[in-house]
């Protein structure tokens, strides 16, 4: 194994998004289709002898021990017993708040790295359960697989949904999700599919009209991407994100995107880049 090991954390897309009711201890039910893109943070790894988990990349407004990715790294040596440390540092390009999931892909690489790199040897639904402690989108980015989740997003059913190229858009706002899932005015109560063979692209997301009515910014891009290809809200956004046959037509909406927002052209992947990196590596 040659160090440092450089590993990517990539994004996700909510393809879309039903909340189906809401439990006891407040958590929302929730259907949804995860699905990967090629486009991330790249992180980079290099084992300590010490047992220190030590993060060199700093985060404005974050305490290191607060951070999700030495939160994660030292969740896996408590449940593992290990002794070894770690040494990390962090490319940063995805937005925070953005819906594409990029802490909790933080967190899920550190899981998947460290359990490669200190030989811990967990498999992945212990690894999955064990990031659930960290966050609820966490598990789907330790399966690495497109999938269909149900419950609170820990129930899995694989899927192979369409990997089109997608324009990813940042509204340049960050939209909290503990505000709208206790909104009052969240849709809380669509009837669930029952089975997986479904449609993605025909189906929408519950979040979507409370999000767009409360943050103009995201109601702004989705009508300025709903000129190029049906545009949709991820997760509780504020991202929004549209699906292109080729490469260059993305790239050339992405040309007319209008200012203060920013976006990217990415791939969709049905296994996550991550993944495929690591089997590389073995």
């Known amino acids: 194994m040659k160090f440092p090991l450089t590993l990517p ?51 404005d407004g974050v305490a290191h ?6 939160r994660a790294a030292r969740l896996l040596q408590q449940h593992t017993g290990c002794q070894q440390g770690i040494q990390i540092s962090i490319d940063k390009i995805l937005p925070m708040g953005g819906g594409i999931g990029g802490g909790s892909s ?8 460290c ?5 811990t040897k967990l498999p992945l639904e212990e690894l999955a359960q ?14 690495g697989k497109a999938t269909f989740a149900e419950g609170v997003g820990e ?13 990813i858009v940042y509204p340049s706002v960050h939209v909290n999700t503990g505000t709208i899932f206790n909104h009052p005015d969240l849709p809380r109560s669509t009837a669930k599919l029952v089975s997986t063979d479904i449609k ?43 699906p292109f046959q080729t490469q260059q037509q993305a790239h050339q909406a992405l040309l007319d995107l209008p200012e203060p ?19 590389q590596q073995q």
């Not at 021990?65 to 030495?70: K, P, S, Y």
């Not at 992947?269 to 990196?277: E, I, K, M, Q, V």
Request: proline share 6%; glycine share 6%; net charge negative.
């Open 115 to 119: 359990n490669y790199i200190w030989n």
């Open 155 to 167: 129930k899995f059913t694989d899927v192979d949904p369409e990997q089109p190229w997608y324009l």
């Open 9 to 59: 954390s990539p994004a996700k897309l909510n393809l879309f998004l039903h909340i189906n009711g809401r439990l006891p201890n407040g958590y929302h039910e929730l259907q949804t289709v995860f699905q990967f893109v090629d486009y991330g943070d790249t992180m980079t790894f290099e084992p300590r002898d010490d047992g220190e988990v030590i993060l060199i990349t700093e985060f």
């Open 65 to 70: 021990d607060d951070n999700l990715i030495v």
């Open 261 to 279: 927002m920013t976006g990217f052209v990415a791939k969709g992947c049905n296994t996550s880049p991550l993944h495929t990196a690591l089997q």
């Open 200 to 242: 993605p692209n025909e189906l929408g997301n519950d979040c979507q009209q409370l999000v767009a009515k409360t943050y103009p910014q995201v109601e702004k891009a989705l009508r300025w991407l709903l000129e190029y290809a049906p545009s949709k809200l991820t997760g509780t956004g504020s991202c929004v994100f549209a």
């Open 106 to 113: 933080n967190a899920a690489t550190v899981l998947l790295a």
């Open 130 to 143: 064990l990031g659930l402690q960290l966050g609820a989108d966490v598990p789907v980015f330790v399966h």
